[in-house]
């Protein structure tokens, strides 16, 4: 039985992640990925069965750190959830926020393939599609904090959803211009004073 040279995988995928940040998913070239760490393109179908396999793979670890926050988040259960917990899940200061820019910017290039160069692969419709996991996840907290009478304003699934899209955008958008941390610090401080979700949704605390 053949042993595949694994010491091929790491070159392949940073040469992969250069050319899709380059050109995008669909310009790229398979054979220019391939010349850029002098393997053959069969070298790449042993590993993968085409340029989308590839694709998923240089941003499989982006991903899964994603789905990994998602899953935390849903992990409360709302029904022995604390109060202080429910209300506490609206609470958005700068710390919080720039601990989502500090993830995000540890996986800046993942990221930005999602956001900018994945058209024609699984991931075309990953803006949209990261804001609906976000609001199932999210909703659910919503609903049994107003459940509770914890706040006032009575928001459907569908209105939460467009509320996250214009949140996101302002997370999206610094990474689709190139912002670096110096100036993703600025601007946490402009997406801070934008949303108050406790006013939003007229949650019964002090600001």
């Keep these: 039985m053949a042993i595949r040279d694994h010491s091929l995988d790491q070159p392949i995928l940073e040469s992969a992640k250069r050319e899709f940040l380059s050109k995008g998913f669909e310009k790229a070239s398979l054979k220019e990925i391939c ?50 917990e429910l209300i506490k899940a609206w609470e958005m200061d700068e710390a919080y926020m720039m601990w989502w820019f500090r993830f995000l910017y540890d996986r800046y290039d993942g990221f930005v393939l999602l956001l900018k160069y994945a058209e024609g692969t699984r991931y075309s419709d990953f803006q949209h599609d990261w804001v609906e996991k976000m609001t199932e996840a999210t909703y659910k907290f919503y609903e049994e904090g107003y459940r509770r009478r914890l706040c006032t304003v009575f928001v459907t699934r ?13 997370i999206y958008e610094p990474f689709i211009h190139g912002y670096q941390l110096e100036q993703l610090e600025n601007h946490c401080k402009l997406v ?16």
């Design 192 to 207: 801070c004073n934008l949303f108050n979700w406790y006013q939003t949704l007229g949650f019964l605390v002090k600001d």
């Design 35 to 84: 010349e850029a760490v002098n393997v053959t393109t069969g070298a790449v179908y042993k590993r993968y069965r085409g340029k989308e396999e590839l694709f998923a793979a240089v941003v499989a670890d982006t991903v899964a750190d994603l789905e990994e926050v998602i899953r935390q988040k849903s992990s409360l259960d709302m029904e022995t959830a604390s109060d202080e």
């Design 158 to 170: 569908g209105e939460m959803h467009i509320l996250l899209t214009a949140f996101w955008a302002t």
